[in-house]
């Protein structure tokens, strides 16, 4: 089936630094959305991007929807210590409702 | 305003014996969604009910795995008999249907399950 691979699949990060992390896949999707998921939680949405090429902040993330519609990347400028938990990318290939194929997720933990 | 309901939080039970998890989702969504997350991995859809039909159910195992959303609310999935291998996160979300563009799947906390 569809997979999307996740890169890095763990990060560390310090306070005050940029991360960022990558989704590829074989197949081309029409829709791209990044998660993060706390423990213990369902995963949240961050940014949802629409069109290849597009590229979205919200805050201090920033996504872009790769112009091929196979990749997209997160940045997190100046991270804090309530970044840490997993991000999930997420593509979406038909209309809405059709359902989401998630990468492996990267955990992203902070140094100690 | 609800967010996704989902009880019990925490299941175990042995291999071979039955389980059901409940789902509610956020009043006025008619799709439903159940998805199956092991540990380590991303979330995988198992089933996707539209009202109280069935959109895809591709990815659930049917000889052990059942769903229903009778009156196109509440939902259930259910576990029949067990495997070592079902141990894992169930998620449920739900989603408006607005055509012609994405509509946001919001997620309940999950309910853990470990099979003995």
């Known amino acids: 089936g569809q997979q999307l691979n996740q890169s890095p699949q763990s990060m560390f990060i310090q306070e005050g630094e940029d991360v960022s992390m990558n989704c590829t896949s074989s197949?081309?999707?029409?829709?791209w959305l990044w998660y993060k998921q706390d423990p213990g939680e369902g995963p949240v949405l961050l940014i949802a991007l629409y069109k290849a090429g597009e590229l979205t902040s919200n805050g201090r993330l920033t996504a872009q929807f790769g112009i091929t519609r196979k990749d997209s990347f997160l940045n997190i400028s100046a991270s804090i210590p309530s970044d840490v938990g997993i991000y999930f990318c997420?593509?979406?290939?038909?209309?809405?409702?059709?359902?989401?194929?998630f990468g492996g997720g990267t955990r992203v933990l902070v140094k100690p | 305003e609800a967010g996704v309901a989902q009880s019990p939080r925490y299941k175990i039970i042995e291999k071979r014996q039955s389980v059901a998890f409940w789902c509610n989702p956020i009043?006025?969504?008619?799709?439903l969604y159940w998805y199956q997350q092991i540990l380590g991995q991303g979330p995988k859809l198992l089933i996707q009910?539209?009202?109280?039909?069935?959109?895809?159910d591709s990815q659930l195992p049917k000889d052990r795995f059942s769903a229903e959303r009778l009156k196109g609310v509440d939902s259930t999935l259910k576990i029949q008999p067990a495997k070592l291998e079902d141990s894992a996160v169930y998620l449920c979300a739900s989603s408006l249907v607005v055509p012609g563009t994405y509509n946001e799947q919001f997620f309940g906390p999950g309910t853990r399950l470990t099979v003995l």
């Open positions: 197949s081309i999707f029409n829709t």
């Open positions: 997420a593509g979406q290939r038909g209309a809405a409702g059709n359902k989401l194929t």
């Open positions: 009910f539209q009202n109280n039909g069935v959109v895809d």
């Open positions: 009043s006025g969504h008619a799709t």
